[in-house]
Structure formats: structure tokens, C-alpha cells
Nanobody, 120 residues
């Protein structure tokens, strides 16, 4: 069974940057596409960025131009570079396998996530 370990979150001021990492063990990140999701208190978990098996990337409108998803196949790790952070980006961030940005279920059990808090 694959395990996902997210890290890199923290407290940052508006306009700041963070880089999140997701290390996957027990499965190759190339098996499916990979996505970054986030869940704010009282809200549903939403997909914000996705990288497909052929390296096509897609983003939610709310993060387009500010977030960049990438991966290191040798390290079986997926990254989310987040720039120009806004208070509305505050959430717990998770990664998971998902075939497409536009539809589909996730493939792995959820990890513990990493908290991102954007506040002055």
C-alpha cells in the first residue's frame, strides 16, 4: 500500500513563498498523475494543481500563475512551489494520485497533510 508524506508547510506572510514536498513510497508517481489538494477549515478538499503522466500541468483558477507543480521521478517526489501567497491559501495541503485534473477519484490513502498558514 502506497504511503504519502507531505512536508514544507508553515506560517508565511502574504506575498511570501513556500515549497511543499510529497514523498511517495510503495508506488511510482508515474503510475498515475499526481495532484495537490487543499482543505480549509469547514470546507471540502479541492484539487489545486495536477501533473499528468506526460507532464501536462493544470491548475485551479485561484492559484494559476502563482503555484507550480513539478516532480522528481528519481526521488519519487512531487513538489508544489507556491509564490505570492494570499490569506485564502491557508489550508492543509495534501497530495494524491489522480489520473486527470478534470475528473476521477484518488488512488491512495491520504497522508497527514502539511499546514500552510498565510497571515501577517
Amino acid at each position: 500500500q502506497a504511503q504519502l508524506v507531505e512536508s514544507g508547510g508553515g506560517l508565511v506572510q502574504p506575498g511570501g513563498s513556500l515549497r511543499l514536498s510529497c514523498v511517495v513510497s510503495g508506488s511510482s508517481i508515474l503510475t498515475y498523475g499526481m495532484g495537490w489538494f487543499r482543505q480549509a477549515p469547514g470546507k471540502q478538499r479541492d484539487l489545486v494543481a495536477h501533473i499528468s503522466r506526460d507532464d501536462t500541468t493544470n491548475y485551479a483558477d485561484s492559484v494559476k500563475g502563482r503555484f507550480t507543480i513539478s516532480r522528481d521521478n528519481a526521488k519519487n517526489t512531487v513538489y508544489l512551489q507556491m509564490n505570492n501567497l494570499e490569506p485564502d491559501d491557508t489550508a492543509v495541503y495534501y497530495c494524491n494520485g489522480r489520473r486527470s485534473f478534470y475528473s476521477g477519484s484518488t488512488y491512495y490513502n491520504w497522508g497527514q497533510g502539511t499546514q500552510v498558514t498565510v497571515s501577517s
